[in-house]
Structures are given as C-alpha cells and as structure tokens.
C-alpha cells in the first residue's frame, strides 16, 4: 500500500498502466526466427564507424531473417545533440546502403512503434516507473550532488565501493510522510532501481557472441529516471527494447559490466530477455601495439571520412564482413562477384576480442572492386563524388569527359586488370597529370641518369616521335633511341656489363614518362600519349628540354 501511494503522490499526472502499452505495441507478427534488431545512436552529429559496424550486423540479423530494422535516437543527453543530426543519421546509413524498416526520419517517424526518439518517450517511461515504484522495485531519492559527493568521500575515506547501494542507500526506505515532506519542500528527486543482488553472488547470461558469461550480480540502486522525468541508457534500453520486441540486442562491449543491472530490470518486469551481442571494440595498430581507434587521433573513426574521400559504400561493407566473420573471406573466394547479401551472417563466426581495423586493407579491397569496373562507370562515380567534394574537378572533369574516361580506362578490362584506385580522391591525384591545369612534375628524374644524358633522351625523343605511330612501332623506336644513345636495350645485358652502358632502355623510359606525366609511374605511356594528343606530348617535352 505505502509503495502504491509513494508511486501516485510521485507521478500524479500518469494515468496510463503498463498494460495500456503492452496492448499498444503488441508482440510484433513475424514469421518464425524473423529478428528485430535496431541501432540506437545519440544524435551528436558525430557518425563513427562502430555504429557501421553494429548498423551491418543489425542489418544482416534482421534482413536475412525477413525481420525487421529499427533507428532508434537516445537523444536523452540533450546538452550534446546537434541539428539535424537525424537526418544526417539517416543519409549516411543510406549512403552506406542501409536502410531502415522503421524509426526516425528527419522530421517524425516512420512505424507503429514508435515514437522512435526517447525524449518524446517521457510519459512511457515514468509509467514504467511508477509500476516499479508502487511494486516496489523502484523508489526516488532525494540526495542532491552534494550529498552525494560527501557519500564519495566517505567511501574513499573507508576503502568502499563507491555508488548507491546497501547501507549507502540513504533514501531506500523513506517512509510515505517523509516522502511528503520532501515533496513540499519542493525536492527533486531521481527514481533509484531498488537493486536486490549482491555483487557476492554470480549470475550466468549468454552472449550470442562470447557464450555463457558470469558476472557478479548487480547491488547498485541505478538511477533509473533523472529528475527531469528523463530517463538514463540503462531503463530506456530496456523499456524500449522491450516494447519495440527487439530480439537481438546489438551493441558495443561497454555495456557488458552494466549488463547485469539491464537483465534485473528485466526480471523485475517479468519480461523475456532480448538475446544480446556485444560487439567487440575497433581497434587498430599503432607503431607495433594494438590501441583503441581515437576521435581524436584517427580521421578514419569517422563514417564522414570515408564519404567525403569517396570510399566505395560497397567496399567499405565488404571489409566490415572479413573483420565480422572469419568465414567471409574463404566464402568471397569461393563465390566470385556475387552479391554479399548472399553469404549468411552468423553472430557466431564473430570475433569476441578486439577488431583489427587497418585501412591498407581496406584499401586494397576498394582496389580489388574498383578494377572490375568500366572505365564509364569509374567516371560516372567519381564525378557524383567530385560534384559534392571536389566542385573545381568537377568542372575539369566534365568538361573533358572522353579524356577522362580514357585515362580511367586503360589496363581495364582485362584477366588482371590496373588496381591504381582505392577511393575517388586518390583516383583524382591518380589521374590529375592529365588535364594541364593539374599538370606537375612530382618526380624527380633518377640521379643515375647525369642532367645532360635526360637532355638528349628528351630531345631524340620529341623528333623521333610520330603520334600516329602504333605501339609496336613506336616502342621500337624507343629502342633504337636508346641503342642510339648507349643505353642497353634488354635489360639483362645491362646487367651482365653495366660498364659497357650509360644505363637501360627503362632509364630511358623513366625520363619521358616523368616529361609527360611529371611522375616515374604511370599506366601505359603510348595510351597515355594518345589519350593526351600529339600538341600535349610535344608541349610537355619541350618543357622540360632546357
Ligand atoms: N546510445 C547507445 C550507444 O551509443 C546505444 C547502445 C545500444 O545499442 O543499446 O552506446
């Protein structure tokens, strides 16, 4: 009775029970082993690659079951949300290629589960917890941040745990007239957990990605609603959770030493459990030693880095799923180009230790996909990326589309083709030497070939040089330039008897490629000469004759 009218004198404007919203969001009507999985990120405006990571398992959970994906916003801390982050949130998980069944879209939301942000999720909560208070299981507590500091430095003083618990608990057993009391002097108040475990005992819980886990039971009384009638992470996610019947919970391992606090509440409730996965933190190498990925330190923890430097959605996912299941990669061997959506994602091939990100991986796979690509659709690609990232090249590169299509193309379509690009602003320093406004000499000339040897390669070069020449003939008239002016033909006889020449046909080479392209790699020269046209080539060399 005193629980009862402690919880009525405390929410006296909530009228609802929680039977109101059981009926209100019913169990959802799936197929069997249908999932529901949601990611639920705070709006900051900051989108880090875990919430990717975690988007990606949801994603698989749910899509490959026929189930369903929610985007849930904890926008509980509203000190830290940013404008518009919701739809941030949204256009760059569909950027990523991942989109939603259900949840918040930039202005309401989509689905009967709804409303999808926790701060319009006030009066859910406070009836959740005026049931827990009238049973019992939840009591408010009236310490301000001063008591509780002064609590602190008492627990540090004796060697105790710091927190709300046991005997600390001050405000645990407050009777209804000291409650009233409070009331009238105009208290604030938290809702505490009325915590009944003992960190003495264990519990066991199955983690659908480490296994059977056994932590201490729970003894502290966590606030479960701030004084604002907002509620903490711990009592949204599990009321949320509950009734959006969520049945798999996906999130990052910092959330496993509070677990045993979310399973109490949900044992108070009598609630099933969602199955839970927590997901192992990214991690990368850093001079020798593996160390968490930074915000401050590691532009890449951003998913605005990857866009705005033009990574591949597609490449970025198929990374993600070699670090997710060790048995994606031996599938992608063995399956060619098929869709990845086709592999089937297990919470049970997951790594439970830290995740190894490394972008030179990650590169190389964007290398990998980007080569089985046409040379249109490279352009087509890049210049979306360029119109929003790179306006100026934009310009450049629709100006001159065949060209760039043509320097896009070559060593394409091939058994083994080119592997130059990895992301759209690479593929532009890539290709850049070929429009003149870019043009550049990046490179020096090797300091084996003396200043007066690049002369006469440079000058031999430009009159022996017919544009229309085919590749066969002109590559034989770069060999006998470079019989003309002593340097070996065949490579191996240079090495045999390297006194008996200034140097090999690829010095020769090396210097013309650096006169026209201003680098010492390049693809094939003779493409690259006819791509740029016969006035380029012989301005370029003349420039760099002295
Ligand atoms: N907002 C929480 C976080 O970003 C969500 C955790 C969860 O998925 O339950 O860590």
Known sequence: MKNIAIADLLFPDINKDIEFYEKMYPPRKLKEGAKVTRIAPSPTGFIHLGILYGAIIDERLAHQSDGVFMLRIEDTDSKREVEGAVGLINSTMRFFGIEFDEGAVEKGDKGEYGPYRQR????????????????????????TESDL??????????????????????????SYDEVVKQLEQKQTFVIRLRSVGSPSNTIQARDEIRGILSMPENNQDMVLLKSDGIPTYHFAHVIDDHLMRTTHVVRAEEWLPTWPVHLELFSFFGWDTPKFCHTAQLMKMDNGSKRKLSKRKDPELSLEYYRSQGYLPEAVWEYLMTILNSNFEPWRLANGNKDLKEFEFTTAKMSNSGALFDLVKLNGISKQVIAQMSGERVYDLLSAWAKRYDPEFYQTISAEKDKTIAILSIG?????????????????????????????????????????DIQSILKSYLEMYRHCDQKETWFEKIKLLTHKLGYAVRVKDYKQIPNKYRGNITDVTTVIRLAITGRSNSPDLWAIQQLLGEKAVHKRISQAIR
């Open 120 to 143: 319009q999720r006030r009066d859910i909560y406070r009836t959740f917890a005026k049931y827990l208070v009238a049973n019992g299981y939840a009591y408010p507590c009236f310490c």
């Open 412 to 452: 394409r379509n091939k058994k083994k083709p080119r592997k130059d690009i990895y992301c759209w602003s690479q593929g532009k320093e890539f290709i850049k030497f070929v429009y003149d406004k870019y043009y550049l000499q990046e490179d020096e000339y090797p300091i084996s070939i003396q200043a007066d």
């Open 149 to 174: 500091d002064k609590m602190r430095d008492r627990q540090k003083q004796l060697k105790e745990n710091f927190g709300y618990y046991g005997k600390w608990a001050i405000h645990r057993d407050l």
